[in-house]
């Protein structure tokens, strides 16, 4: 693998990893009650969390099936 492609493999992970870092803080902010802010009401997370499943999914990782579908295969 020539240097260059190696660098720009590195660089590209670390991007994304930072995109995956950022949304999972906006997301948590969410749910974060920040002292001396008061009372804080939930916010449209949509943005965020799309872009966190999508910028995991590069990485390979998916949502996996808990069981509970409604079609279930028959054996």
Known sequence: MDDKEEQLLILSTF???GVVVWAGF????N???IPGLGKQTPKDITFPASIFTGALATF????????NSKEKKKE
């Open 31 to 33: 749910y974060i009650e």
């Open 60 to 67: 390979g990782l998916q949502q996996g099936n808990n069981g």
């Open 15 to 17: 991007v994304r990893l």
């Open 26 to 29: 906006i997301i948590s902010l």
